[in-house]
């Protein structure tokens, strides 16, 4: 089965504002898919595109060789969506709500027990089965609005910040689970307005008011970083920030938790003077390196200079 | 203080303004319910589709059909030529009742049996038709007799205020009067609810401003709205239904504001006690709604009532309202007769804010 | 208990029905320190700041904020404090100026209220937007317009639930910025976030499980005592396991 995702040349529009523009994206069978770019940037109008919930103003979806609007019933069918703010019935069990699913997607009922076995399994969730959904955690949640898309077995994921507002453990187990339904053949495409998490991604695209910018693996494209980066440890990073900035030293200073990512002026050959600067406002540098950029590094940059 | 509660009212209007179609709706809402059941509920029967079986054919028969149209109580719709199509019109509804008028009927000088067979499927229809049937079949025989017959007691009844009987001017001032405390009771109960639901309410929480301010804050603009929806609804009330206006509207108008506030206290009190704007809706609903339709005295006489819902009606507004606007409308009464129903109401509005207030937590649980 | 500290807190329980939500929890915030506070999803956290910020009475235990009781000086504590909380809690139907207006007058603003307004739109950045309905601001800029609204009464707390969430880098350092600059300020700032990268800003951390506190420190001795290279790897090795 050929469960690719093709987005040609797609155009959306809501009144005056151009929320989609040229948007081409190949997402091929079994892959996971990383979307990323700021607020606003026309992520959740491409998924709800895909699903069939808003329609095409130009350009051609295909899922998995069904072309929409004309085969929705067959995608919708295929698709598992995720909407940002997913609603679970709050009063139903966890086994309730995804009996509830399993029916709603007419999964024949000799099927509907093991599978649901199997994804109370998959999502850690089995001790709570009985357990309302409003009394879950955020992270228990958002696996068990994931394993009720599951019961019909779709062989196309969109989900839309599934992990917003989760903690760190459970983000991690989440993004677990992703890769193992990649593995089984799934293709998977995912918004996060994680950094980390895009970088676990195997591709990933970039949309910036309604246009893609770039497109590619998040291991490699940080490469495309245009200047040299140099990362500081020291103590009091925010002063030290400030104090670069200031210093007509650096073209721009960013901090990166408990260090600071510099991309040096062109005129500046080592990142010595920037030791120097430091060291006479009373700042202790740590260490002071070259580093590769990181995606978050290439997401600034390629705002900062998208207006 | 001051402040404070200005912060809450402006922003309560911009509410309003920023949101037509409930404005509309709020406005709409009293307005399409008073046509609807204004003529929907109405105790007189009026041009009945009426059958005529004449199997005399004779001027007198006709005579008596005549006096039938002539009423206004009945319309001839529909001519029949044998019985068995009294039934079938029946039965398609094309007719409410058919008079038969026998063979002999202008030559015999006999007691005639007219029959007059009328639909019972709805009895309260059906007994009047028939009243009314005999009523005009006493009346035309009386203008026949040869020697008039003059009885010996007559009931000359004089009726006061509303002189036409038409019910339309007995029930639409109590529509407004359900109608309006439905609206309001609506308007205040809802605002509230809806910032537990969405969150926002936690956050003035968070401030120094008391359960007071944001009462205050929250029912006055809705004083001012639940006015504008009072005078929308009389003006409607006047031109369309032609209910009289015997007292001052300025006066009614005052006093309106009363029932309004009282009505407003109701959603208040309503909304401190749900979480959520769909029970807030539920609850003001029915909880206004029913004991101002049956226990205010706008269809059912309160002193026909058991003991224990004369008890309980003392605390349905609607049922002083109902005294206010019927006695200013149709009784042409002032200020002075009705200023203690006012009291009554200012009473109850401001007990039920004062446990709102007392009741409501500037916390999150309880 | 003496003043100088802007939150202290010692054995704070808070139990709904059987279940105990926050316990025994003890820890003090110094004047003018960015706290950060971490934990899984239903470790009490949001329990925590509702408590400190008088929304919620506690069970047990005492907690002072800005030097007032929780228990019986709630009113003082609210004109102290400024709070935003996890779900965005605006005026959607409202402008930007509409709702910054509407906290001014909460707050008791009035007196200079425009030149107040006018250095509220130059210092937020809100400007662009200052007509709008907030509704139709895309998610950084309604965080930006939370916040805005909290501190307008210049208050020496701020308690902050998630404020990032959902948002994206480039909105969040901005978010950021304006944190460093109110603690710089003077201002107290109380955060509780999923982005660890934001923990390591935070001039201290306590990290809370299962209602109660299991770290509590520096980011750099959290790290050096479970000797991992970041808050992230210390953060899911205390709360895995």
């Known amino acids: ?98 009996l509830f699913f399993a029916r709603l997607f007419r999964v024949p009922s000799d099927q509907r027990h093991t599978r649901m076995q199997r994804l109370l399994r998959f999502s850690k969730l089995e001790p709570f089965t009985r357990r309302r959904a409003q009394a879950l955690s955020g992270g228990m949640k958002q696996k068990l609005a994931l394993s009720c898309i599951l019961m019909h077995t779709p062989q196309v994921l969109l989900l839309d910040e599934p992990t917003t507002g989760v903690d760190p453990v459970s983000r991690r187990e989440f993004w677990k689970i992703l890769r193992e339904l990649r593995n089984d053949g799934v293709t998977l495409l995912v918004t996060t307005p994680y950094m980390d998490e895009a970088e676990q991604c195997d591709r990933i695209a970039f949309l910036h008011q309604g246009t893609i910018i770039v497109e590619g693996d998040p291991r490699r494209l940080p490469d495309s970083y245009p200047a040299p980066l140099v990362e500081i440890r020291c103590t009091d990073v925010v002063r030290a920030a400030q104090i670069l900035q200031d210093s007509g030293a650096a073209e721009s200073v960013q901090i990166f938790g ?50 | 203080m001051v402040s404070r509660i200005a912060a809450i009212m402006i922003k309560e209007f911009f509410h309003i303004l920023r949101d037509p179609r409930s404005l509309a709706i709020i406005f709409l809402l009293p307005i399409i319910m008073i046509l609807l059941f204004g003529y929907a509920i109405t105790f007189d029967i009026r041009e009945i589709p009426l059958g005529l079986l004449d199997h005399d054919r004779s001027t007198e028969s006709r005579a008596l059909a005549q006096s039938f149209a002539a009423s206004g109580y009945f319309r001839i719709v529909k001519i029949l030529s044998n019985p068995s199509e009294i039934e079938t019109a029946i039965r398609r509804r094309e007719i409410w009742a058919a008079l038969v008028i026998p063979a002999d009927f202008e030559k015999s000088r006999q007691t005639h049996a007219v029959q007059v067979v009328i639909d019972g499927s709805n009895a309260n229809t059906a007994i009047i038709i028939g009243n009314t049937a005999q009523a005009l079949l006493l009346d035309y025989s009386l203008t026949r007799l040869q020697t008039p017959m003059n009885p010996l007691f007559r009931i000359e009844p004089r009726i006061l205020y509303n002189p036409a009987l038409k019910s339309t001017n007995f029930i639409v001032p109590g529509l407004v009067a359900v109608f309006l405390l439905m609206v309001c009771a609506l308007l205040t109960s809802i605002t509230i609810a809806r910032e537990k639901e969405t969150g926002t309410l936690e956050q003035i929480l968070v401030s120094p401003i008391t359960a007071l301010e944001i009462i205050i804050g929250k029912t006055t603009p809705y004083i001012i709205l639940g006015f504008l929806v009072a ?136 | ?137 895309p998610l950084g800029w309604k965080q930006r317009l939370a916040l805005t609204c909290a501190v307008l009464h210049r208050p020496p707390i701020l308690f902050l639930d998630e404020p990032t969430s959902g948002v994206d880098p480039i909105s969040r350092r901005r978010f950021w910025q304006t944190i460093y600059d109110l603690a710089e300020q003077g201002t107290t700032v109380f955060v509780t976030t999923h982005f660890m990268d934001e923990a390591e800003y935070c001039t201290r951390l306590m990290i809370l499980y299962q209602g109660r506190v299991i770290a509590l420190g520096t980011p750099a001795e959290l790290k050096a005592e479970y000797k991992k290279p970041t808050i992230q790897e210390t953060f899911i090795h205390l709360v895995d396991r």
């Open chain 1, 258 to 307: 408990d260090r600071l990512h510099v991309v040096m002026t062109s005129e500046a050959h080592t990142s010595e003077p920037l030791r120097e600067i430091l060291r006479k406002r009373g700042i202790a540098v740590e260490t002071i390196r070259q580093v590769d950029a990181a995606i978050e590094d290439l997401f600034v940059h390629l705002i900062r200079s998208h207006p």
């Open chain 2, 231 to 366: 005078v929308a609804v009389l003006i409607f009330a006047k031109v369309v239904f032609s209910v009289p206006f015997r007292g001052k509207p300025l006066e009614l108008m005052v006093l309106s504001l009363f029932y309004i506030y009282a009505s407003l206290s109701i959603g208040v009190f309503v909304s401190t006690r749900v979480r959520t704007q769909q029970v807030a809706l539920m609850v003001s609903l029915v909880g206004t709604l029913l004991p101002s339709i049956f226990l205010s005295g706008f269809i059912y006489p309160i002193a026909s009532m058991p003991h224990f819902l004369r008890i309980l009606s003392l605390v349905v507004p609607a049922r002083y309202y109902l005294q206010i606007i019927r006695g200013i409308m149709l009784k042409g009464i002032g200020f002075n007769e009705l200023v203690w129903y006012a009291a009554v109401l200012f009473l109850f509005g401001s007990v039920l804010l004062g446990i709102s207030i007392k009741s409501f937590q500037t916390k999150l649980e309880g």
């Open chain 3, 1 to 137: 208990m003496t003043d100088s500290f802007a939150v202290q807190v010692r054995d704070l329980c808070k139990k709904f029905g059987s279940f105990t939500a926050v316990d025994h929890v003890s820890f003090e915030v110094g004047k003018g320190e960015i706290f950060g506070f971490l934990g899984a999803n239903g470790a009490g956290k949001t329990t925590t700041i509702r408590m400190l910020c008088g929304l919620l009475l506690p069970t047990s235990g005492i907690a002072r904020v800005a030097g007032y009781d929780v228990y019986t000086q709630s009113d003082r504590i609210k004109s102290s404090i400024g709070y935003m909380s996890q779900k965005f809690s605006l005026y959607d139907d409202l402008t930007v100026v509409e709702n910054v207006e509407f906290y001014a007058g909460i707050y008791g603003l009035n007196r200079d209220r425009k030149t107040a307004l006018k250095r509220t739109r130059e210092e937020s950045g809100l400007g662009d937007f200052w007509n709008r309905l907030t509704r139709d601001l």
């Open chain 1, 1 to 98: 089965m050929k469960n690719d995702l093709c987005i040609e040349a797609v155009g959306k529009r809501f009144g005056a504002v151009q929320a989609l523009n040229d948007v081409s994206l190949n997402i091929r069978p079994g892959e996971l898919f990383g979307l990323i770019g700021p607020d606003g940037a026309g992520k959740t109008t491409l998924l709800r595109l895909l699903t069939g919930l808003l329609s095409l103003d130009e350009g051609g979806i295909t899922v998995a060789g069904h072309a929409l609007p004309q085969e929705l019933g067959v995608v919708r069918s295929l698709v598992g969506y995720m909407p940002q703010r997913f609603s679970l019935y709050p009063d139903l069990s966890v086994v309730e709500n995804l």
